[in-house]
Each structure stands twice: as C-alpha cells, then as structure tokens.
C-alpha cells in the first residue's frame, strides 16, 4: 500500500472531512523518483472549531507518528474549519520547490 494511501485512510479514520486534498511533493525535493517523503496536506474539517492550528498540527502529528517516524520526510499542513475555508475562496498557497541542501550535494555544509 502507497504512503499516500495509508495517510488518507489514517486521516478519515481519525477526524471528519469535509475537504481533502493530499500532494506527493517529493518530485520538489532531492529524492529518488516516485518517492513518497515529502506531502502537503489540506484538511478541513468541523472538528478543528475552536481549536488552535497548533492543536490541529499535533493531532495530525499524533495519527501519522507511524509515516513521519518513518518514509514522510516532511508533511505540510494546512487545517482549517470549514467557516475558515469558505473565507479563503478553497485556496492554500503553493509549495516552493525545494533549493537543494542535501547532504550529497559538493556545496552542503551541515
């Protein structure tokens, strides 16, 4: 089973969605093809009224532990209420590609 599968069956298993949108964002980054270690999550859901982004973050941290312990380098996220949804049209901002850093490259200096 794909990451990418395994993060979306974790998240409807864990919250109610009312919008989902998963991105492999690994092609951005330094990795091999077809990887699956770098995503950009949007989740909207009811259960986020009232809760802090922050609180958002560390659920979704807490229901992913296993694919951020392991194959997810890097996971951003963008959580919203559906209230907080509708007021931004349905739109995030774009990812950035990636400006290299990694440690095989000559020019990185940890």
């Not at 395994?6 to 998963?22: C, G, Q, S």
């Not at 991105?23 to 986020?48: A, C, G, M």
């Not at 194959?71 to 931004?88: K, S």
Request: proline share 6%.
């Amino acid at each position: 089973m794909s990451v990418a599968t395994l993060i979306e069956r974790k998240v409807f298993d864990a919250v109610p969605v009312a919008h989902f949108e998963l991105e492999n964002e690994s092609h951005k980054h330094s990795v091999p093809p077809n990887s699956e270690t770098h995503f950009k999550l949007v989740l909207v859901s009811e259960s986020f009224t009232g809760m802090m982004p922050v609180r958002r973050h560390q659920l979704l941290y807490k229901v992913l532990a296993d694919e951020l312990a392991g194959p997810v380098h890097a996971l951003a996220l963008h959580t919203f209420t559906v209230e907080e949804w509708t007021a931004r049209g349905g739109e995030v901002t774009q990812s950035p590609d990636c400006l290299g850093g990694s440690k095989h490259d000559p020019e990185f200096k940890a």
